[in-house]
């Protein structure tokens, strides 16, 4: 079946450092790949997504990369804000799972002035 | 556009009572919704996987006598939790796609506190 690992936190960074947060999945076929962001209270918000093999998503400053041949979709951003403080899904989607999505646990992220 | 609404944003029931969630789709026709739940600090689960016009499809552990989805529209579906209890208690939410999009849209999440 499907699944979606990605890294423990809390992290924790100064603001203006770079972030990265790892996400590996296992999935056949070819899945499409998202992150979520969570802010305090609040539902949902799509961060970016990647449907297919070496594609980029992108939005904000944050970035990552579709590598099949690692399974991995990590999270990127050079120079983290105060703002970005919140919690990170890496999540997945394919017909097998009727495109429902399989979530990670989840990365809280908070950013230091 | 592809906005879904989720009301109401935050309940409170005493125990025994029922609840019902709703969910829109404002300006797409929805085929397919998902209805998650969230632990605190925990990843959302998914709950039921509902289509419009059909029975909805639970998840394994989900009891549907308790969690009760309606689909009956393409903009629509409730989630009804039927003799609420403390430990029903946690945050909801919705998502909603078209047919022949992999992507899901995100209802703002209910807040269930059953007292």
């Known amino acids: 079946g499907n699944s979606v690992t990605q890294m423990e936190g809390p992290v924790t960074l100064s603001e203006e450092a770079f972030l990265t947060i790892n996400c590996t ?6 899945p499409s790949l998202f992150w979520y962001v969570q802010y305090p209270g609040e539902g949902l918000q799509l961060l970016l997504k990647a449907t297919k093999a070496d594609d980029k998503g992108s939005n904000k400053g944050f970035e990552a ?12 951003k050079g120079s983290v804000q105060v ?10 989607s394919n017909s097998n799972s009727g495109y429902a999505l399989n979530f990670g646990k989840g990365t809280s992220l908070l950013v230091t002035p | 556009g592809a906005v879904v ?6 309940v409170i029931c005493k125990s025994g009572t029922s609840v019902k969630i709703e969910c829109r789709s404002l300006d797409f026709q929805a085929t397919t919704m998902f209805w998650y739940r969230q632990f605190p600090k ?15 499809t639970y998840e394994q552990g989900v009891e549907k006598d308790k969690f009760l989805i309606n689909h009956a529209s393409l903009t629509l579906s409730t989630l009804t939790v039927t003799s609420a209890h403390p430990e029903d208690s946690s945050f909801y939410i919705c998502s909603a796609k078209m047919i022949m999009n992999t992507e899901a849209f995100f209802g703002q999440g209910t807040r269930l506190t059953v007292v």
């Not at chain 2, 925990?42 to 909805?56: D, V, W």
Request: glycine content about 4%; charged content about 15%.
């Open chain 2, 42 to 56: 925990q990843s959302l689960m998914l709950m039921a996987t509902s289509n419009e016009g059909s029975k909805a």
């Open chain 1, 65 to 76: 990369t579709y590598r099949k041949e690692t399974t991995s979709f990590h999270l990127e």
């Open chain 2, 5 to 10: 609404s989720q009301h109401p944003s935050r």
């Open chain 1, 83 to 92: 703002s970005d403080s919140a919690v990170y899904f890496c999540a997945l």
């Open chain 1, 25 to 30: 999945y296992t999935a056949t076929g070819y």
